[in-house]
C-alpha cells in the first residue's frame, strides 16, 4: 500500500485514510486527464480530435463508468470491461472464504480447491449443449460441493479424499458472504472460476501443512482501509466484524470509489456510447455484480441497450484470461458503433486454439446448435429467463 495514502492518528499504529489522494484516485484525475490529453493532442496536430475514446479493464473498467457518470461529456465511446464499480463491496467480500478457513482452522491445499471447480465444470459443462470445459449458462449450474465430499480426487500424483472442510470453503466462495439470518453481503464468483489465485488461496510447505495465502489485496484493505490498524489480527477477526466492516466500507468509500449509479441519461444525452463486457470465469471480480448493475440501469431507462452494451464472456477470466473465447476487437466495435453507427449486436471473439464465438448481448445467452464447434455459426444467442440480481443487489433496498 503507498504509505502516503495512510496518515497516523493518535497511537502510532492507528491510521487514517488521506481522503483527498483517494478521491484524486476515484475520479478528479479522470476528468484531468481527459482535459490535458485533449490539449496535448490538439497541441501536437494543430486541430482538436474529432472523437475521443476511453478504455480500460478492472479498475480501468470502474474508470469507464466514473467517467459515464460524473463527466459525461469527457469521451465518445467507453469501453469497459471487467469494471470494478463496486470495489468498496467486492474487495472485503472478497476475504469470507478466507474469514471462513481462519473460523474453521484448515486451510485446503490450491489442489483440493480446483479439483471442487473441476467437479463443478463436469456437472455443468454441457448445459449449453457442447462439452468445452466450460460452463457458459452459470446459472443454471446447481452443482454442490457436499456431494464430492468423500470422493477420491489426485494431488500431485497422490490419491486425496474430498473434505467437508473444503466443501464449505468453496461454497462460501461461490455464494459469496451470508450473514446467520441470511443477508448477503455481495455477489460470489461462478463456479468455474480459479478460487485457488485469491479467494480460497492457501500456501502449503513440503510436509503439507498449508496456511492462508497471502491474497495481499483483501486482507490489505480489510487492515488498512477499514480497522486502519497494521497490527490487526485478521485470524480472530469474529463473523460480526467481518459484516460490520462490509458495511463499514460500503459507507466510507461508496461515494469516492463506486461507480455503480445505474442513471446514465447525461452519458446518454451527450451521445456517449459504451460497451462493456466481463468474462464469466473472472477470478478477481464476481460478473453478477455487473450485472446486476446493467439490470437497474436498463430499469431506470428500458431503451439503455440504444448505447450501452453489456456482453457475458464464457470460460474468460479477469480482463484477458481463461480458455474462452476473448473478444479482442471491441474496442473497434465501439469505434464503429460512434462514427459509422454500426449497433454492435454480437462482439467477436476468438479463443487461444483459434475458435470463433459471437459474443450475447445481455441478456441473451450463448448455445451450442450444432456443427462444426470451432465456427461462431454453430452457436446461437437465445433468450434467457433470468433472475432479477438486482433485487437481490447487498444494500440495495438500504438507506
Known amino acids: 500500500m503507498p504509505k502516503d495514502l495512510f496518515e497516523p492518528k493518535g497511537p502510532q499504529k492507528e491510521l487514517d485514510v488521506n481522503l483527498y489522494l483517494l478521491e484524486d484516485f476515484g475520479s478528479r484525475t479522470l476528468h484531468e486527464m481527459a482535459v490535458i490529453g485533449k490539449a496535448v493532442t490538439e497541441a501536437f496536430y494543430g486541430t482538436k480530435a474529432k472523437y475521443s475514446f476511453f478504455s480500460g479493464c478492472s479498475g480501468g473498467g470502474r474508470q469507464g463508468l466514473m467517467i459515464a457518470e460524473k463527466y459525461p461529456e469527457d469521451f465518445d465511446g467507453i469501453l469497459a470491461v471487467a469494471p470494478a464499480i463496486n470495489i468498496e463491496k467486492f474487495i472485503p467480500a472478497g476475504y469470507w472464504a478466507a474469514q471462513l478457513m481462519n473460523e474453521l482452522g484448515t486451510y485446503p491445499p490450491a489442489c483440493e480447491i480446483d479439483a471442487f471447480t473441476q467437479a463443478a465444470i463436469d456437472s455443468c459443462d454441457e448445459l449449453d449443449g457442447l462439452q468445452d470445459s466450460i460452463i457458459s449458462l452459470p446459472e443454471l449450474c446447481t452443482f454442490d460441493p457436499l ?74 484493505w480489510m487492515t488498512y482501509f477499514l480497522a486502519k490498524d497494521p497490527d490487526f489480527d485478521l485470524k480472530n477477526m469474529t463473523n460480526a466484524q467481518f459484516f460490520s466492516y462490509l458495511a463499514q466500507s460500503r459507507d466510507d468509500y461508496s461515494s469516492m470509489l463506486g461507480a455503480a449509479n445505474p442513471d446514465l441519461s447525461r452519458f446518454h444525452a451527450s451521445g456517449g456510447k459504451m460497451i462493456s463486457w466481463h468474462g464469466l470465469a473472472d477470478e478477481a471480480i464476481p460478473p453478477n455484480g455487473t450485472v446486476a448493475f446493467y439490470q437497474q440501469v436498463l430499469e431506470l431507462d428500458s431503451d439503455a441497450q440504444s448505447y450501452m452494451r453489456l456482453f457475458e464472456a464464457p470460460g474468460v477470466g479477469h480482463c ?80
Not at 471473439?349 to 445467452?365: I, Y
Not at 465456427?375 to 444467442?381: K, M
Open 147 to 220: 456431494t464430492a465430499v468423500g470422493q477420491s480426487f489426485n494431488c500431485s500424483g497422490v490419491t486425496q479424499q474430498f473434505t467437508s472442510a473444503g466443501a464449505s470453503i468453496v461454497q462460501a466462495a461461490w455464494t459469496g458472504p451470508r450473514s446467520q439470518d441470511g443477508k448477503m453481503g455481495w455477489f460470489g464468483l461462478n463456479k468455474d472460476d480459479s478460487l485457488a489465485d485469491y479467494y480460497a488461496s492457501t500456501t502449503c510447505t513440503s510436509n503439507s501443512t498449508c496456511s492462508a495465502g497471502a491474497e495481499g489485496l483483501f486482507s490489505s
Open 320 to 399: 484477458f484470461d481463461g480458455s474462452g473465447a476473448i473478444p479482442n476487437g471491441a474496442f473497434d466495435q465501439l469505434v464503429s458503433w460512434v462514427e459509422d453507427d454500426v449497433f454492435p449486436e454480437t462482439l467477436a471473439a476468438v479463443d487461444a486454439s483459434g475458435n470463433a464465438r459471437d459474443l450475447c448481448a445481455w441478456p441473451l445467452q450463448q448455445v451450442y446448435i450444432g456443427g462444426n464447434t470451432t465456427d461462431s455459426n454453430s452457436f446461437n444467442c437465445t433468450h434467457a429467463t433470468y433472475a432479477s440480481l438486482a433485487a437481490e443487489y447487498p444494500f440495495y433496498n438500504s438507506n
